[in-house]
């Protein structure tokens, strides 16, 4: 099947700073990717749509000043997280998109703010 | 926008016994409706969908429901087995391409 990676991981920061959290899609182009946020114990919460070249479609509720969406390759969208806080600690996911028109998820980062 | 209710969100079954959750949705013209298993720090694994145009998928111990009429969806386990325990959510979509809204999940836990 489609490979999706996602880089860090897992970050820990300090209060204030930013995040950038990328996802690639290995082995097919993506032109759209899905990002998630997921609070422990708690379900996939949708952020946002990244399309490549044109400006992400963000979610009701979901400042798109703080997170930050760029999609400026086929295999590659970024999400930074800015001014981070203690509140934005949490597992993000990402989704790919396969020209098949099938998702397939990333394995996650994990962000804590100190 | 969609809104997914899922039931229950904690689930204990007897080895070998068969688990059901049930799933609502609020959009209709919503036409794909997946469901994942998702292991503790692990990424959702997509292991059976079902599209509206089909009121019923089966792929070994799994299978899937659909009544769009009453806009419910709901997956069935049959013959529980200990990997089966996990978190369970389900979601619906347009399709398989556009965004997909997940329920609220189900922790599964079987029992030896």
């Known amino acids: 099947g489609a490979v999706v990676s996602q880089h860090p991981s897992w970050v820990i920061c300090k209060s204030g700073t930013s995040v950038k959290i990328e996802c690639r899609s290995l082995d097919f182009q993506a032109t759209t990717m899905f990002w998630y946020r997921q609070f422990p114990k708690q379900s996939l919460m949708l952020m946002a749509t990244s399309n490549e070249g044109s400006k992400a479609t963000y979610e009701q509720g979901v400042e798109k000043d703080k997170f930050l969406i760029n999609h400026a390759s086929l295999t590659l969208s970024t999400l930074t997280v800015t001014s981070a806080h203690p509140e934005d600690s949490s597992f993000y996911i990402c989704s790919a998109r396969d020209p098949g028109n099938e998702q397939f998820f990333g394995p996650g980062t994990r962000l804590t703010v100190l | 926008g969609e809104n997914v209710e899922q039931h229950p969100s904690t689930l204990s079954v007897q080895e070998g016994d068969s688990a059901v959750i049930k799933c609502t949705y609020s959009d209709s013209a919503s036409n794909y409706f997946p469901w994942y298993k998702q292991e503790l720090g692990k990424r959702p694994q997509l292991i059976i969908d079902i599209r509206s145009n089909v009121g019923e998928k089966k792929d070994q111990r799994i299978a899937v429901t659909l009544n769009k009429t009453a806009k419910h969806f709901s997956l069935h386990i049959t013959e529980t087995q200990p990997e089966d325990s996990a978190v369970y959510f389900c979601?619906?979509?347009?399709?398989?391409?556009?965004?997909?809204?997940f329920g609220s999940g189900t922790r599964l836990s079987i029992r030896p």
């Open positions: 979601a619906a979509g347009y399709s398989s391409a556009s965004k997909i809204i």
